[in-house]
């Protein structure tokens, strides 16, 4: 049973508009949250996370939204620019802390 | 920053080979990881490492085997490689626990 779900598995968005991937989880013992980017032939690249203590994490053009209640949290790409487009992995660690959980993935194209 | 380093970006075997790959982390992280990326099927979790000849399954250790004789390198071994082993092969390290993980650019394995 999937734990991370990203329920799209492509988005498309227009340059300097707004991009908004979205991440659901199953387990209500998570409490850290991390999105990953990633292009072709390259690995993840860490991006942005945010702790359960917190609803919003933001750092530049990207800010993360968690939504306990909802067992939700969001990534949101303001304004969103041709160089973003890529695979966004959203991932929580496991009960032990250590390893990640990853979701399937959200492909990003965003057009000029 | 962090440096994870896979010894191949590409790489073609045959089946029935016993395969290595290798990746070294200049970081002194504690802990290392092996996951596989699949079309549709995100990032799954081979095995991981959180000291020097420690290691612990991960979703789908079948048919791979891994080695940590140093803190730096951490390494991955298909016994007797098959086709359903022809995958993309990302190597990551992680301070500790609940800390983001730095991965590597992948392996991209293919077995004929």
């Known amino acids: 049973d999937q734990q991370v779900k990203q329920n799209s598995p492509s988005l498309s968005v227009q340059e300097g508009r707004i991009s908004i991937l979205n991440c659901d989880y199953t387990n209500s013992m998570f409490d850290y949250f991390l999105w990953y980017k990633k292009y072709p032939a390259e690995g993840p690249t860490f991006l942005i996370s945010i702790s359960s203590i917190k609803d919003k994490n933001e750092d530049g053009r990207f800010t993360v939204f968690l939504n306990k209640s909802a067992k939700h949290l969001s990534l949101h790409i303001v304004p969103s620019q041709p160089g973003d487009s890529a695979v966004y992995f959203c991932?929580?660690?496991?009960?032990?802390?250590?390893?990640?959980?990853f979701g399937k993935g959200t492909t990003l194209s965003v057009s000029s | 920053d962090v440096k994870v380093t896979q010894s191949s970006r590409y790489l073609v075997k045959r089946t029935g080979e016993k395969v290595f790959l290798e990746c070294v982390q200049d970081m002194d992280h504690e802990n290392m990881f092996w996951y596989r990326q699949d079309p549709g099927l995100g990032l799954r979790l081979i095995y991981f490492s959180y000291d020097v000849k420690m290691k612990e399954k991960g979703d789908i250790p079948e048919g791979y085997s891994v080695s940590r004789e140093k803190k730096e390198r951490f390494s991955l071994i298909l016994e007797s490689a098959s086709t359903n082993q022809t995958s993309m092969y990302l190597c990551?390290?992680?301070?500790?626990?609940?800390?983001?993980?730095?991965f590597g650019d992948g392996t991209r394995l293919s077995i004929l």
């Open positions: 990551a390290s992680q301070y500790r626990g609940n800390q983001p993980q730095h």
């Open positions: 991932a929580a660690p496991d009960q032990a802390g250590t390893a990640l959980i």
